[in-house]
């Protein structure tokens, strides 16, 4: 089987980017070629530099518009895209393409706390809100409604009656750094 190759689409400061590049790096059945990024100032950029991973900065309109990253994705011969902290909405034209084949991690447990404007911080403060006991995360496909693709994979945590938004976003980027790359791995296998 020849090696995989994946794309990053990333917003923010790319700690599971980084994550899964240095994870694919030690191995021959994918690897990170390329990072798209919305934000031409997001450090997830710098990250892709420092590890020689060529990267490109887009905008809402080449995203949509289709040409532009299309013909980046096939250049590099993508076949599996994952998103990392990216906030736009994939269009349906890249869902039709690489149909199962984008896979996005959510900060809390889908089907709960999903959905437009549920992000970051967002999702901690509504979980903490809520009186949850507990939260996670959630690996999923992506498909045309935000937060309800097929889940991967999911990982709990345990809430502190004391814990703050802060607290629960520390623990959620603990099971983020240490789960989504293996689950990415077990699905590209499962599927090829």
Not at 77 to 83: D, G
Not at 145 to 157: H, P, S, W
Request: glycine content about 6%; overall charge negative; proline content about 3%.
């Amino acid at each position: 089987m020849s090696c995989i190759k994946i794309a990053i689409f990333a917003s923010g400061s790319g700690t599971n980017a980084e994550n899964i590049i240095k994870y694919f790096g030690d191995k021959s059945l994918c690897e990170v070629s390329l990072v798209l990024c919305n934000k031409k100032d997001a450090y997830v950029l710098e990250r892709a530099r420092q590890l020689n991973i060529p990267s490109v900065v887009f905008n809402k309109k080449q995203l949509e518009d289709g040409t532009y990253i299309d013909d980046l994705l096939s250049e590099k011969s993508i076949e599996f895209i994952i998103l990392a902290g990216f906030l736009l909405k994939i269009p349906e034209r890249l869902l039709n393409k690489y149909h199962k084949r984008i896979i996005n991690i959510h900060p809390a447990l889908l089907p709960k706390y999903g959905g437009k404007g549920m992000h970051g911080m967002h999702v901690h403060e509504a979980v903490i809100a809520a009186g949850e006991k507990e939260s996670g995360i959630t690996v999923h496909i992506i498909d045309a409604d935000y937060d309800k693709g097929e889940t991967l994979f999911q990982a709990k945590c345990t809430i502190g009656k004391e814990d703050t938004p802060e607290d629960l976003a520390s623990k959620i980027h603990e099971l983020e750094q240490r789960y989504f790359p293996e689950s990415i791995e077990n699905y590209i296998l499962k599927t090829k």
